[in-house]
């Protein structure tokens, strides 16, 4: 399914997301209607059926997850997408996905919460994302795109590690990124050399080993070294696929740090900074899980202040502090989730005066 | 001397974790046959489901997906749409089937998915204990029935071939016991029939297995399998409710 094209396209950040899934090769995709997500079911129950995939509205959330379940178990590359709502209702599947070790893509376009909340950006499920979300103890590769474009690569990215690891990859993008539209150029998909799937279902063929894909560990010492063995993966992770962006942190004495669509107003609230004179730079995780720890790590033997944003009441600040040296401090500025509650870059540019001026 | 009666070559040489006189035993083996005999066990995706037949992949020498509880249908239809040159079957029981996963198979069903629906109705929760389960015959003592199934606020139970049989999407559905050598060799063609169904790509067949579940039940297995002619039969009538295909 190549549907790579290399002249730059104005498309929404959930159209961006289902044309990566056709060019990732994605075979199978299971919806559920909700807002803010709905164009990417939209446009793959309209074009993924020409290119010879499947598309599924499911009977709910649970459904979807589990034919993602099926359809991975079976081989081939399949996403489901949802919010909030939707997301909370995948948990099951998901634990169960990762408990059975299947890779699968689900993107998950943020809204308020928590209930049915509102259809307006938030960061609140930045939790619910990188701490596994399920039952169990586990954790998915969450990747955070912050414009139409990483919508498209980091899309296809999470098919990748998604194989590579052999656990579920979550895009947390939001109601923001999803809706509005940029210029993207849709690549073509990367040559990444994939581990072959010996251990997808596929009948068992005389003289071929019976594959089992499945979760229940009841042998002695089974679960435990299921455990051990995937910390060990998500450590392997979290030395090879971190990645973050960073904009004039090497004379920073502030760093704002914020992930997705918060972190396109802080940057242009350090822009602001900078032409008032002031030494502030911006460190965008783009990895959730693995967080960039160790960049965090590095920026912090210099600079000493850190100004955490989130839509939310305070997250992935709980990661921040656990990144950076024990002398470095972190301030936070939220704006829990809900309509009206985007901070504009003047706020944010006051935030970032009344921290530098305190540490000054 | 001619060997008459083997063990089929889709189960495995394995004794199960299944009680004395639990009809599990009878279905997979009628399953197992029905494999052997299209020749399909090696283009075969077994669906296990939660319960007592989540050992499925223990005793069938096939591949096989373990599924959540109840959403077997569903990580089915992900799989036969994946691979739709597969043979793929789910196996489930009362609970799993007609109660958490009650929105899965209707769905699944109704899609006409072309896989075939092994169900196992015993009226209990067996693996959990014996718990009133969603067929449950009205009246019957369970440890969370302990007075008897009241239909007046527990429902009555649902009568799944039926039920099933009057959705467009559904191909096949019958309802066989276990209880009779007359019994099991109906069973036998009927669950032949429903992977028919599917090895002629004629849509979703569906199979109802009444079972005995002397444990659960507090039964010896003779007085269990007398309730299955006894009680459930008259309940939950055997027979063929859909043949859309006249196989």
Known sequence: MQTGTPEKIFVKGNEAVAMAALEAGCHCYFGYPITPQSDIPEYLSRELPRLGGEFIQAESEIGAINMLLGASAAGVRAMTSSSGPGISLKQEGISYMAGSELPGVIVDVMRAGPGLGGIDASQADYFQATRGGGHGGYRIIVLAPASVQEMYDLTMLAFDLSDIYRMPAMVLADSVIGQMKESVTCGPRPQTVLPPKEWVVRGRAAGEPQNVVKSLYLGDGEMEAFHWNMQARYQELADRECRWEEVQTTDAELIVTAFGSTSRIAKTAVAMAREAGMKVGLMRPITLFPFPKKAYAALSERCKLFLDIELSTGQMIDDVRLSVARDADVAFYGRPPGAGSLPTPEELFEQIKKNYRASA | ?247
């Open chain 2, 1 to 247: 001397m001619k060997q008459v009666f083997t063990r089929p070559e889709s189960l495995k040489d394995v004794s199960t974790h299944f009680c004395p006189g639990c009809h599990h035993g009878s279905v997979h083996r009628l399953v197992a046959e029905a494999l052997d005999e299209f020749g399909i066990r090696s283009e075969t995706i077994g669906v296990a489901s939660v319960g007592c037949s989540v050992f499925l992949y223990g005793y069938f020498d096939v591949d096989v997906i373990e599924a959540p509880h109840g959403r077997a249908p569903a990580v089915a239809t992900g799989a036969k749409r994946a691979r739709p040159d597969r043979i793929v079957f789910t196996y489930q029981g009362d609970g799993d089937l007609a109660a958490i996963g009650m929105s899965e198979i209707i769905h699944a069903a109704n899609r006409g998915e072309d896989i075939t629906v092994i169900f196992v109705n015993n009226t209990t929760y067996g693996m959990t204990g014996g718990q009133m389960a969603p067929t449950t015959l009205p009246g019957q003592k369970t440890s969370t029935s302990p007075y008897g199934r009241d239909t007046s606020k527990d429902g009555s139970p649902f009568k799944m071939a039926e039920l099933l049989s009057n959705l467009d999407g559904v191909a096949f559905s019958a309802r066989v016991a276990l209880n009779s050598p007359k019994n099991v060799l109906n069973a036998k063609k009927m669950i032949k029939t429903a992977f028919r169904y599917q090895v002629e790509k004629k849509g979703f067949s569906f199979i109802e297995a009444l079972a005995s579940c002397p444990t659960n039940w507090g039964m010896s297995p003779i007085d269990a399998n007398q309730r299955v002619t006894d009680e459930m039969i008259p309940y939950f009538p055997l027979g063929v409710y859909k043949n859309t295909a006249n196989l």
